[in-house]
């Protein structure tokens, strides 16, 4: 059974602060995607990272997936308010399935 | 994500009875995956089905749970004899093929009273 492992669960920062998010499985993924997703609303995709060692950068966000495929990480430089929500990594198989870790839920504030 | 369209966006149901989950994927996609999230936890794998065909249903519950895919009209999912415990918010994802990103919909929150 494929797992994904996600932390911290809840991170609590100050308007400014770094922060990073880890993504970790004992499983190889064809590609790795990160989601954001509001209350009540559904995941949206951030980005896909396919290539072990790639790195990808979506303004103040910094995606990197491990050399092996098996882990990843999403690193906020100078976190805002409007950040604020739930992250979710997610590995896909071979047939486009879709692994989710439990989410990260950000709280930035002011 | 706005192509994927799911109704209705909330459902509520007496235990015992049936509801129907519906999800027009994004034009062109004929992959289409149902995700269940439970409250307080992540989304959860159901069913993956291509066009009138079931290709993995590994995550469905194995009673009074169906999905379909016809050739014309929305996927399905459908929950027969509902209880407390199928409350969740239901998200449907396509894509266009395995090699391509899924999209979500906006999801059905069922509430069984």
């Known amino acids: 059974t494929q797992l994904l492992e996600q932390s911290p669960q809840f991170l609590s920062i100050q308007e400014g602060e770094n922060l990073t998010v880890y993504c970790n499985s004992s499983s190889v993924f064809s590609s790795l995607q990160w989601y954001r997703q509001e209350p009540g609303e559904g995941p949206v995709l951030l980005v896909t990272?396919?290539?072990?060692?790639e790195v990808k950068k979506l303004k103040r966000l910094t995606f990197q997936f491990g050399d092996a495929r098996k882990d990843s990480s999403l690193h906020i430089t100078a976190a805002q308010p409007g950040d604020t929500g739930l992250y979710l990594c997610a590995g896909a198989d071979n047939t486009g399935k879709l692994i989710f870790g439990q989410g990260t839920t950000l709280q930035v504030k002011p | 994500n706005a192509g994927v369209m799911q109704n209705p966006r909330h459902l509520v149901r007496r235990r015992g009875q049936e509801a129907r989950l519906r999800c027009s994927p994004m034009?062109?996609?004929?992959?289409v995956y149902w995700y269940r999230q439970l409250p307080e936890e992540g989304l959860k794998f159901m069913v993956y089905?291509?066009?009138?065909?079931?290709?993995?249903e590994s995550g469905m519950p194995k009673e009074r749970f169906s999905a379909e895919f016809p050739k014309e009209g929305p996927s399905i999912l459908r929950i027969q004899q509902v209880v407390r415990g199928d409350s969740a918010a239901y998200f449907c994802?396509?894509?266009?093929?395995?090699?391509?990103?899924?999209?979500f919909g906006q999801g059905t929150r069922l509430t069984v009273v």
């Open positions: 034009k062109g996609h004929s992959h």
């Open positions: 089905l291509q066009k009138e065909n079931i290709i993995d």
């Open positions: 990272v396919v290539t072990g060692g």
């Open positions: 994802a396509s894509s266009f093929n395995l090699e391509t990103e899924a999209f």
